[in-house]
DNA sequence: TATGAATGAGACTTCATTCAT
DNA sequence: GATGAATGAAGTCTCATTCAT
């Protein structure tokens, strides 16, 4: 950014932007989108705009930014001692609810990383550090469980990591009785990949019961 | 496109402005390469490239079909009586050997499908039409080999196309070893997860070995 | 045009071509016309169109002078030694009831005229002579009915050979009862003029009665 | 129009554009005039001009709607209580020589919707509803010299308007000897046609003697 | 500081005409 | 002579970014 907003008009002003690129990212593509629309959208003046983004890419990547903090801070949550005493199914099945309620609540996360895809260097670096947090606080979690016999909890990390994250985002398009299948087999997935590896949980795999989904 | 090729160097016209698009796609991104670029890097004036391409759309979706057709192709020989055959975790390992070597030649499958993303209705219908091939042979596949319990396999089908089908993706670009293990992952995850609906399967599941790759 | 086509199918060819781009000339408009679409809707392959005409001007020129010979020979017969004989009246009525005819079976020749204005010097030639020849019969035969008086019959001769030749072809497309009006409005304008050079004939000027047309 | 030019100097643009536009339509045709074109005779760049005009077609509608204010505007002035006294030799003398005087003054004005005609349908609107409103006052005007016998006002309305209309932008273009003959022509052509429908005015009609013009 | 009109390189696409087969 | 695939100059229009006000 180019210019810290410190007064509130400013701030306020950040988010405007910030709010009306999500809305067209996701309704119109990252490349069709005009920052003269953005403003526009924002009720902004472009030259304003400006003052505060550098270049078309900054606002994707302050969006982005804004995306992994908030996830982040709800993955956070997740991952306390006490869930440490939790069942693993019941871990599982938080931290798919989660992340699904999250990719409802911003349908713009996973839309804009994927469409924007090699153009601006900078946003790989965010993705990558927001997914090396993601994966190291799960691969210490898992150690936690059972550090006996794990001996590459990363690679582990970015499969759940990834997979989770890309099941449920395709699932959101899907219509709602085949989403609901998908939130339980990205759940029955995870749960019997994480109990190869942590033997202690139980083997009972009953077939999933289609619980009632808002 | 608008004609059909029908003399030999007419086809190879067609073949090398594919490869060409294939490539700038992959090295520079959909939107960013141009018409132009593509009918240079070619060696096909611009004009030519229309002949056989109402526009730039048209490519994309050209190239999308061959490669749905080499991917597909090479999946079907999977499916056969013998695969039936296989213990599970053999199938499993082609499975995704199969598609990782895919992916390996054909970088820009995924680069193409993900990048475009919303903005040309035509390649959402391929991909479509895609998905529902491979996930249909699939579930009537695991079907066959075991049709007592299965109350979803389009469901079931669903999630392990797209899981594979990105973890491999994201895995080639990854550092080599990483990606081994990766891939080693990904052969577990599945194979984890098919076993809890394929019983009969053997329990043993050692840890990875990390097999050597070219 | 670049050869004279002596061989039948040739002949057949050329008017095939001619047919096709007064076809599309009407439909479409000369300049987005393509030379490509004349030869296709003449069933004719483009190189032959070529052979015939050496660029898309001379099929204009050619179109024009057709049109300009079948109105001419039909002008022709009305300059008669009996025409002389008729009442003004019955003179301008068949004068102005035949060019409606001929606009009615030939809707291009006033759409090509007006389109093509100032950008096919050629055609200008042929319109001013098609038009000089006209106006020298029509002033000819002014001459032939009073020469008393006249001193400028080109000019009015020009003044009847336009007025009628806009107010008719306008007339097309107007409504059919309105269009009957028109005709019948366009046939006193030239009377009364007429009559006003030609004080012989008789000086009743009935109210127009809305004659039947079909 | 794309923004309506508030500042002095941004209307000051539009209409440098339109009279740019105006010179090259006149100059070289609608078809074959660029946007570039217009932008650099108009000392515009051509992102300018895009900010004001959608596409090229608007700037011809522009252009029309300004004529035909232009036009309409003078018209009116003729239309008044104390043109009702003239006698109609004046009358038509002076919308004649009134119409002449615009067509030397905008040479455009025909020029551009015959050879529009038919490729900008909102052009055809214009044109129409100009001529509506020509029509319309000008079929009042002529109920309030005489309202007894006329039963058709409009069409006698519109061949005036189309006749002087055509015979005027013709005489343009002819050497001016002729030209001033052709005028003197369409005046008798229309006076000796109005007198037939107002039958107080007087019957001599003089021949026409050719006054001197600039 | 705030504004938004101005800029122009460059994207996509067309089509009259040729010429190798 | 007949064919139609090949050609590329040129047209329309967009949009990220600047900078005078």
Known sequence: MRRQPRQLRSQKRVHQILDAAEQLFIEEGFTVTTTNAIAARAN??????????????????????RYVALLHQRFEALQTDEA???PLSDYVDQMIDLTNQFFKEHPGYHAIFMQVQGRIPELETIEAAADAQFIQELSAFLLRRDASQQTHPEAI?????KAVGTLLWLALSQEPAFRQQLVAETKRLMLTYLQSYLPDAPCQMPLPDDPLED
Not at 44 to 65: E, M, N, T
Not at 157 to 161: L, Q
Request: net charge positive; hydrophobic share 65%; no cysteine.
């Open 84 to 86: 440490l005493q939790l």
């Open 157 to 161: 990390a970015f499969v759940v990591v």
């Open 44 to 65: 902004v003046p472009i030259g304003s705009l400006y003052q505060f983004f550098p270049d078309k890419a900054a606002i994707v990547q302050a969006l982005a930014r």
